[in-house]
C-alpha cells in the first residue's frame, strides 16, 4: 500500500494473468508508467534480473518499486543490484504510531543531537496500558479491532505461516505443527540470546530427531518472511579482558504476535511480570529499529563475559552511538542508570567515541535526566 501511493502503474505478479504474460512475454511486465509497482515479485524472481537490464538502459532514478511478503534466498540478488536497487524494510507500527502520531516527549533524534527533554513527572502510564500497548498489533489492518478480535486474526496468521508460506520457499522436512512450536519458543525467549541448541530441544517434543542445524534452517526462512528480526551483537574495542558475547537476540517482527503465540492476554500478562518485561523489552528494541532505520541506523545489544550489557545500542552510519537500557517499571530507574553507567566503562570510547546519549527506556515511569545526564522516558514518550 506505501508503494501504490509512490506508484503511477502496478502490476501484481502472484496474479494468474501476470504470470501468464511472463511466461509469454516478461519484458511487457516492465511497461507502464513510472515509477511502475511490481508486487510479490518474489514469486518469480527472475524479474531482479529483468528490472536490472531496464535500470542499466535508463538514465532516470526511481523507476520501479519492488515490493513482497518474503525474500528470495540471496543467490538471486546477490551480485547484480549494486549502484541499481536500495532496500527497504517496513517494520510494524511503532508505540507512537499506534498512538495516533500523538506527541512524544523525547526525541530519539534529538537525543543524537545533544537535546535533553523537560523534566516531566505527571501522568506516568499505568502497568495496564503498557499491556495494552503490547497487546495491540502494529500491523495498520489490526489497530482499530479489539483484543479478541486482534488476537483470531493473528493466530491465523501464524497458522498459514506454518502450513503455507514456509513451504512457499522451501521443501520443509518437518509439518506445520514444528514450525508453530518454533514461533512459540522464540516467542518464550524473545529478547535473548537464545541458542539453536535450545530450541531444537523445545522442538523436539514435536519432532523427535530435528537438529539445531535444521533448526536454524527453520529460522532463516522465517527471517525471510518477515517473521523474525535478528538484533546483532555490538563489538566495539573493551578496555577488559572481558570476552564479547557474539549471539544474537531474536525478536518476532511485533511484540503482540510473540503475546498470541504464548496464548498470553492482558490478564496473563498482568500476572506474570518476568513474561511481560521481555515482551516489552521487544516492544522497546522494535521501536527503535523503526525511529533509526529513518536515519540508516541500526540496532544492536552488547554483552561480555563480565556480565555487563546494553540492552541496545543504536548505530547511526556517522559512527555516533547512543546506548539503551530497558526497564519495565519506573522503580527500577536507578538500576538502569547503574548498569548503563558500569557497562559503558568497560568500552573503549577512545576508539568508538563517548556515547550521544545513554537512555532508560521504561514502561511506567517519567521523563528526567539524572545527573550524570542519563535520560529515562517511557516507551509511549519516544518519538522519532
Not at 522497546?284 to 561480555?304: F, K, T, W
Request: net charge negative; charged share 25%; with cysteine.
Amino acid at each position: 500500500m506505501t508503494a501504490l501511493n509512490a506508484a503511477r502503474s502496478y502490476a501484481f505478479v502472484d496474479d494468474p494473468r501476470t504470470r501468464q504474460l511472463l511466461e509469454i512475454a516478461p519484458e511487457a511486465l516492465l511497461e507502464g508508467e513510472r515509477p511502475r509497482l511490481l508486487d510479490e515479485w518474489q514469486v518469480a524472481p527472475d524479474i531482479w534480473n529483468l528490472v536490472r537490464r531496464a535500470v542499466d538502459r535508463s538514465e532516470s532514478a526511481g523507476q520501479y518499486l519492488l515490493t513482497g511478503s518474503a525474500l528470495p534466498a540471496d543467490d538471486i540478488t546477490r551480485h547484480t543490484g549494486a549502484g541499481r536497487f536500495l532496500r527497504l524494510r517496513q517494520r510494524t507500527m511503532s508505540w507512537h504510531e499506534k498512538r495516533d502520531g500523538e506527541p512524544g516527549r523525547v526525541s530519539l533524534m534529538a537525543l543524537f543531537d545533544g537535546e535533553r527533554p523537560a523534566a516531566s513527572t505527571g501522568g506516568e502510564p499505568a502497568i495496564e496500558s503498557v499491556i495494552d500497548g503490547i497487546v495491540q498489533p502494529g500491523f495498520p489492518a489490526m489497530t482499530a479491532l479489539d483484543h479478541a478480535q486482534s488476537a483470531q486474526r493473528l493466530r491465523g496468521y501464524i497458522d498459514e505461516i506454518a502450513r503455507t508460506d514456509v513451504r512457499r520457499l522451501s521443501d520443509v522436512r518437518h509439518g506445520p505443527d514444528a514450525i508453530r512450536q518454533l514461533i512459540r519458543s522464540l516467542a518464550r525467549s524473545t529478547a535473548s540470546e537464545v541458542t539453536y541448541v535450545t530450541l531444537a530441544k523445545d522442538l523436539r517434543a514435536i519432532a523427535s530427531s530435528i537438529s539445531a542445524e535444521t533448526t536454524r534452517g527453520y529460522v532463516e526462512l522465517l527471517e525471510r518472511l518477515f517473521v523474525v528480526e535478528a538484533q546483532l551483537p555490538w563489538a566495539p574495542a573493551v578496555r577488559s579482558r572481558a570476552r564479547l558475547r557474539r549471539s544474537p537476540k531474536l525478536h518476532l517482527v511485533d511484540p503482540s504476535l510473540a503475546a498470541v503465540a504464548l496464548g498470553a492476554g492482558p490478564e496473563a500478562l498482568l500476572a506474570d511480570l518476568e513474561t511481560l518485561g521481555l515482551l516489552f523489552e521487544s516492544a522497546v528494541v522494535h521501536d527503535l529499529l523503526v525511529l533509526a532505520s529513518a536515519q540508516d541506523g541500526e540496532v544492536r545489544h552488547y554483552r561480555n563475559s563480565n556480565g555487563k550489557e546494553i540492552d541496545a545500542i543504536v548505530l547511526l552510519p556517522d559512527g555516533r552511538w547512543g546506548a539503551v537500557e530497558i526497564k519495565l517499571g519506573g522503580g527500577q530507574i536507578s538500576a538502569g542508570v547503574a548498569s548503563l553507567r558500569a557497562a559503558i566503562e568497560e568500552i573503549d570510547t577512545s576508539v568508538v567515541g563517548e556515547p550521544a546519549f545513554s537512555l532508560v527506556v521504561t514502561g511506567t515511569g517519567p521523563v528526567l535526566t539524572a545527573g550524570d545526564g542519563t535520560v529515562t522516558c517511557s516507551l509511549g514518550d519516544l518519538a522519532p
